[in-house]
Nanobody
Framework: VQLQASGGGLVQAGRSLRLSCVASRAITSVFRPLDMGWYRQAPGKQRELVAIINSNGDKRYADFVKGRFTISRDNSRKTVSLQMNSLIPDDTGVYYC?????????WGQGTQVTVSS
């Protein structure tokens, strides 16, 4: 499974961005059972979970994004998205798309999000 993330950029605090991740070279029957997630890594910090959505559509968010970010998936398009609202400078980092099934895990190349104050 190859994951291609896009949608990052430079925005001012309070604005929004939408990240998308497409599982290229994966047919729908392969994508559908995957648990999909977004992680981020700020400079000098460890990678951390932002949000996940499992194959049943159940969602879980890190406390620091609750009420601001929304994760969604479109199985027919093999895509997982992250709508990020009310961005703050602490949201700055490289955002990575992740796919899991059992012990198998796949990572996208990351997309940079920079929030200026």
């Amino acid at each position: 499974v190859q994951l291609q993330a896009s949608g990052g950029g430079l925005v001012q605090a309070g604005r929004s961005l939408r990240l998308s991740c497409v599982a290229s070279r994966a047919i729908t029957s392969v994508f559908r059972p995957l648990d999909m997630g977004w992680y981020r890594q700020a400079p000098g910090k460890q990678r951390e979970l932002v949000a996940i959505i499992n194959s049943n559509g159940d969602k879980r968010y890190a406390d620091f994004v609750k009420g601001r970010f929304t994760i969604s998936r479109d199985n027919s398009r093999k895509t997982v998205s992250l709508q990020m609202n009310s961005l703050i400078p602490d949201d700055t980092g490289v955002y990575y798309c992740n796919a899991k099934r059992g012990l198998d895990a796949y990572w996208g190349q990351g997309t940079q999000v920079t929030v200026s104050s």
